[in-house]
């Protein structure tokens, strides 16, 4: 059964950094992409970043992009996203998801997602 | 960006309407679209793929169409557990990005 469990959330001053986390299990992880999708409290989904399967392509959403970091670490078989300089719009659940095709790009669709966690940027 | 743009941004409907969302893109993106299906409090669930194919385990009520700029997501015979919010997603180009939602309620 593929699970996905997400950590790292919670409450941050501006400007500050947080590293969430996703431990993924039940599926060959260094054979799909993973991706960090964030829905804002009330709104709608929105795609943060994609990462390839093996880690060497990886995608960012301009809001994101300088600010956050996507990387995998696939002997722990665990996805990241460091977010650095973290801004109030950057309060949201955030999800990690995966891929349904082998060795894709990424950012086609998801068909497993974790069940978030929330991130709070406020002083 | 490619903007996506959902209609009716809410939906009142009775057990076994047939229920329509419509999903605009503000350029041609093929059949590049899905249809996710989110409950409250609950993570996104993954519906309709490639505009019209099923995903494995969805059932058959729930139907895609469209191609190019407009895409329509039906519900045959509106269910009780299919109160959710609906989300369509465009992946012509990055970024990847979404409709703003269509929440459904039953009437």
């Known amino acids: 059964e593929v699970q996905l469990l997400e950590s790292g959330g919670g409450l941050v001053q501006p400007g500050g950094s947080l590293r969430l986390s996703c431990a993924a299990s039940?599926?060959?992880?260094?054979?799909?992409?993973m991706t960090w999708v964030r829905q804002a409290p009330g709104k709608g989904l929105e795609w943060v970043s994609s990462i390839s399967g093996r880690g060497g392509s990886a995608y960012y959403a301009d809001s994101v992009k300088g600010r956050f970091t996507i990387s995998r670490d696939n002997s722990k078989n665990t996805l990241y996203l460091q977010m650095n300089g973290l801004r109030a719009e950057d309060t949201a659940v955030y999800y990690c998801?995966?891929?349904?095709?082998?060795?894709?790009?990424?950012?086609?669709?998801?068909?497993?997602w974790g069940q978030g966690t929330l991130v709070t940027v406020s002083s | 960006d490619i903007q996506m743009t959902q209609s009716p941004s809410s939906l009142s409907a009775s057990v076994g309407d047939r229920v329509t969302i419509t999903c605009q893109a503000s350029?041609?993106?093929?059949?590049?679209l899905n249809w996710y299906q989110q409950k409250p409090g609950e993570a996104p669930k993954l519906l309709i793929y490639?505009?019209?194919n099923l995903e494995t385990g969805v059932p058959s009520r729930f139907s895609g169409s469209g191609s190019g700029t407009d895409f329509t997501f039906t519900i045959s015979g509106l269910q009780p557990e299919d109160i959710a919010t609906y989300h369509c997603?465009?992946?012509?180009?990055?970024?990847?990005?979404f409709g703003q939602g269509t929440k459904l309620e039953i009437k």
């Open positions: 998801a995966k891929d349904p095709v082998q060795f894709s790009d990424g950012y086609n669709r998801w068909d497993y």
């Open positions: 490639d505009a019209s």
């Open positions: 997603q465009q992946y012509d180009n990055l970024p990847v990005t």
């Open positions: 350029q041609d993106i093929s059949n590049y």
């Open positions: 039940g599926f060959t992880f260094s054979s799909y992409a």
